[in-house]
T-cell receptor, first 114, second 111 residues
Framework: ETGVTQSPTHLIKTRGQQVTLRCSSQSGHNTVSWYQQALGQGPQFIFQYYREEENGRGNFPPRFSGLQFPNYSSELNVNALELDDSALYLC?????????????FGPGTRLTVT | RKEVEQDPGPFNVPEGATVAFNCTYSNSASQSFFWYRQDCRKEPKLLMSVYSSGNEDGRFTAQLNRASQYISLLIRDSKLSDSATYLCVVNRGTGYQKVTFGIGTKLQVIP
């Protein structure tokens, strides 16, 4: 069984730039969720994709967008980067069956915006 | 009021001790509950789901109290390797997931 992978591991960007983060879900999982975790905080839900469609969104502005591909891998895109976007970005995959929402996380991408 | 509240700690306990964490949630429609463990600068890892009847996995016991809207995690016979941050997770999704993490409770087990 292949676990959740994310790339890149670390990234440094300048304010105003755009970034794309990538995630491959665990084998057999059809749902991908993205989270932002600032230092000393719990992960904050950004959005979720199920069968290539956005299936729920947290309190993040539209400059945070995403995609899910037919193989269930996913991208998170952030436009017009701000200093506060510096955080660990986590991808989690799950198999959405009624009553079971256990998620498995990738190692994350640490984004620094300068 | 925050949707999910946890005491951030730190809880410093000696090896072998029993320690318990609580987590309260505000939305009575919440559907499912989990505890995750997160080591420093690593991703969260699923520790256990929390069922209405309570559940146990070795030294770890999780309980759900819907009437008072809290979940708990009990760790018996603490090991040094239990040192981590424990995240409470509440899912109020029906048909889709809407997951809220607590801030996490930091546990330090001392020799």
């Amino acid at each position: 069984e292949t676990g959740v992978t994310q790339s890149p591991t670390h990234l440094i960007k300048t304010r105003g730039q755009q970034v794309t983060l990538r995630c491959s879900s665990q084998s057999g999982h059809n749902t991908v969720s993205w989270y932002q975790q600032a230092l000393g905080q719990g992960p904050q839900f950004i959005f979720q994709y199920y069968r290539e469609e956005e299936n729920g969104r947290g309190n993040f502005p539209p400059r945070f967008s995403g995609l899910q591909f037919p193989n269930y891998s996913s991208e998170l895109n952030v436009n017009a980067l701000e200093l506060d976007d510096s955080a660990l970005y986590l991808c989690a995959s799950s198999l959405s069956l009624a009553g079971t929402y256990e998620q498995y996380f990738g190692p994350g991408t640490r984004l620094t915006v300068t | 009021r925050k949707e999910v509240e946890q005491d951030p700690g730190p809880f410093n306990v000696p090896e072998g001790a029993t320690v318990a964490f609580n987590c309260t949630y505000s939305n009575s429609a919440s559907q499912s509950f989990f505890w995750y463990r997160q080591d420093c600068r690593k991703e969260p890892k699923l520790l256990m789901s929390v069922y209405s009847s309570g559940n146990e996995d070795g030294r770890f016991t999780a309980q759900l109290n819907r009437a008072s809207q809290y979940i708990s995690l009990l760790i018996r016979d603490s090991k040094l390797s239990d040192s981590a941050t424990y995240l409470c997770v509440v899912n109020r999704g029906t048909g889709y997931q809407k997951v809220t993490f607590g801030i996490g409770t930091k546990l330090q087990v001392i020799p």
